[in-house]
């Protein structure tokens, strides 16, 4: 299978890009680690008449700590994500996170500023930056904004970026100090998209809930945020994180597909949700959070 012709761009700086994709007047689509964008444009579910690659933009791909966030460059690998030592001491469920990721062919070419932007509703990276309340930088011809997570994922496979807009980072905010969490998913293969994944932080006092945020993949059209304020004061355990796994199915909005039913996909969403907060209970007050 061959894409549709298209003209291809490799712009060197950030402003280079952000001028190809104006110049395109919104027929054109960035090229990041291409996992997704070339699978599309070889089935020719994609036509752009332009690709802006921006594999050459320097300064794209660095790994940060500012004022207490960690700052994803646009171009970070699933794999350098996952293997840094910052992120798996202070973000551990954004490492976690990165290993689920497809193959490790995948996980070395695909990036987060890619994965952020296709907005795939499995995808688990936008789960673990709606729960942490993170953030993007866009940069278009009217300047730079930031987007939360919150306003960000309109829709299947749609964000808030303007067609003219390059994602330049990503930033996650840490969980207070001894949170645990916990991302857990159920995939038909292993490798595959998860059918639902459910991502979980808690933190306890005196052998109780004192905050519990649950957000869940699979189950509708953008990640979905769990309101788990009835958990707060509850006794941490089994009855609580059963509790959270109703809510959790309650929340859900799934569509039926070729890959599951809606109820099928309803039924996980429970029971990856009571996993994900049973296994983030037990890491709380741990080291690791
Ligand atoms: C077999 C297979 C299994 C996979 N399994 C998983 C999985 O389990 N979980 C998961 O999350 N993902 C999975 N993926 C997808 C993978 O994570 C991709 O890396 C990711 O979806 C897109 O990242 P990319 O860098 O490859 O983006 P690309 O494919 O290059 O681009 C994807 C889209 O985002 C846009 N885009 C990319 N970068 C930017 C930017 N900086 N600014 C604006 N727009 C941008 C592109 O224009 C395009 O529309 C899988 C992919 C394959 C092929």
Do not use: C
Not at 125 to 146: D, F, K, Q
């Amino acid at each position: 299978m061959k894409p549709a012709p298209f003209d291809y761009l490799a712009p060197r700086s950030v402003d280079e890009a952000v001028a190809a994709l104006q110049h395109a007047g919104g027929d054109a689509k960035v090229l990041a680690g291409g996992q997704s964008l070339v699978p599309l444009m070889n089935l020719r579910l994609a036509r752009p008449a332009v690709v802006v690659d921006i594999n050459q933009v320097a300064g794209l791909d660095a790994i940060g700590v500012e004022d207490g966030h960690l700052s994803l460059g646009a171009l970070v690998r699933h794999a350098d994500l996952a293997a840094d030592p910052r992120v798996a001491s202070g973000w551990a469920l954004l490492h976690d996170a990165a290993n689920l990721i497809g193959h490790p062919a995948i996980r070395n070419r695909g990036t987060v500023g890619g994965s952020i932007a296709h907005a795939d509703p499995a995808a688990e990276l936008p789960g673990v930056l709606t729960l942490l309340g993170g953030s993007i930088m866009a940069t278009g011809p009217r300047g730079s904004r930031e987007i939360v997570a919150d306003d960000l994922f309109v829709t299947y496979l749609t964000t808030a970026l303007e067609p003219d807009e390059l994602l330049t980072e990503v930033r996650v905010p840490s969980l207070p100090a001894g949170t645990g969490s916990a991302f857990v998913e159920f995939a038909r293969r292993h490798g595959d998209f998860a059918l639902v994944g459910a991502a979980a932080a808690v933190s306890l006092r005196d052998g109780q809930v004192a905050d519990a945020r649950l957000a869940l993949i699979g189950v509708g059209a953008t990640p979905v945020r769990v309101d788990l304020g009835s958990l707060t004061g509850q006794p941490a355990g089994a009855e609580a994180w059963t509790a959270g796994g109703r809510l959790a199915a309650e929340a859900a909005d799934p569509d039926s597909d070729l890959h599951a039913p809606a109820e099928y996909r309803r039924h996980l969403a429970a029971v990856m949700a009571e996993r994900a907060l049973h296994q983030a209970a037990q890491r709380a007050g741990g080291s690791r959070s």
